[in-house]
């Protein structure tokens, strides 16, 4: 029943008093209806075909930043970027969330601390988009997301570049989705990969080979080698004596000599190469191979 006191309420009071809602609460679930409207509206258009029911404001709420020079929402941008983040749930396995529309959104807008390209000294990815390839069971791999880095900030345009010790091809499968990473346009790189062991979804486009033994290439550009790391996955990839992962330290420092021969004897001056390895610590032993230390030594 409205009275001569409800006149001096303001939107504030009003808020606080039914809902116990701020201000800006009000206004961001607003704006958030507006944007799951403009959803709804688009529902069989997106991946789904539908909008989960755990949907919440804090999940909407990056969305509002997509707006037309007008300062109206940007339908088509809310839709991109909503897929976007439905993909990136979809590929860490979990329900979509106010972190994926952010980081959806962020890369939208061209935000230089996006989630994927990290410009700074300590790449630091969490969550991980590009995690293992699909039934790839017992070996180890790297976030798809160091690619997306090195081949972003170290090749050129028709740049060659190898992969020697390629493993199931996460190469590949972030390459192909450059669109997303490469700015402000994807340029063309021709990628050759070679592995002891080929597997996976890619291994029709990896031929085998020996590291060891030169490149069965004219050039290499940018190489990038992502080690068995010592120590660590000891039979993870075969039960060869030739296999790095397999081999004792001794036999290991030589073949990385002849991996770094190899290298070299495929570049060009300035051509760059980027090798992923830790330290090893042998916990029964105490014994530590800095193996990254190894490696530096090995390539001189």
């Known amino acids: 029943m409205y009275d001569q006191a409800c006149a001096a309420w303001t939107f504030d009071d009003y808020c606080q008093e039914t809902w116990g809602w701020r201000r800006r609460f009000a206004y961001q679930l607003i704006d958030a209806t507006e944007a799951v409207e403009i959803l709804c509206a688009m529902a069989h258009k997106i991946s789904t075909g ?32 909503y897929e976007e983040a439905q993909k990136h749930a979809e590929m860490e396995g979990r329900p ?33 988009f590009y995690g293992r390839i699909d039934e790839e069971k017992g070996h180890g791999y790297i976030p798809g997301e160091v690619y997306a880095n090195c081949l972003f900030y170290y090749t050129k345009p028709d740049d060659v570049v190898v992969d020697p010790m390629v493993g199931s091809g996460q190469i590949f499968r972030v390459y192909e989705d450059r669109a997303r ?34 490149f069965p290439i004219d050039h290499a550009d940018y190489v990038f080698m992502d080690v068995p790391y010592f120590g660590m996955v000891n039979g ?19 073949s990385m000599r002849a991996i770094a021969a190899s290298c070299a004897s495929a570049q060009q001056p300035g051509g760059l190469c980027t090798v992923v390895t830790p330290n090893f610590r042998d916990t029964s032993t105490g014994q530590i191979i800095l193996a990254p230390r190894k490696k530096m030594c090995t390539s001189k």
Not at 67 to 76: E, Q, T
Not at 97 to 107: F, G, I, L, P, Y
Not at 183 to 211: N, Q, S
Request: include cysteine; charge should be neutral.
């Open 50 to 81: 539908q909008l989960p029911e755990e949907i919440t404001e804090r999940i909407i709420r990056p969305l509002t930043r997509l707006r037309m020079p007008d300062k109206s929402l940007d339908d088509a941008a809310i839709k991109e970027c």
């Open 96 to 128: 979509i969330s106010s972190r994926h529309t952010n980081a959806a959104v962020k890369s939208r807008l061209g935000d230089e601390q996006a989630w994927l390209i990290k410009p700074s000294d300590n790449w630091n990815f969490c969550p991980v």
């Open 181 to 214: 990473w490469m700015r402000p346009e994807p340029w063309d790189l021709k990628i050759y990969a070679f592995d002891l062991t080929p597997r996976g979804k890619y291994i029709k486009r990896i031929k085998r080979h020996d590291a060891r033994q030169s």
């Open 236 to 254: 993870e990839y075969s039960d060869s004596p030739e296999d790095l992962a397999n081999q004792p330290i001794e036999k290991w420092e030589k």
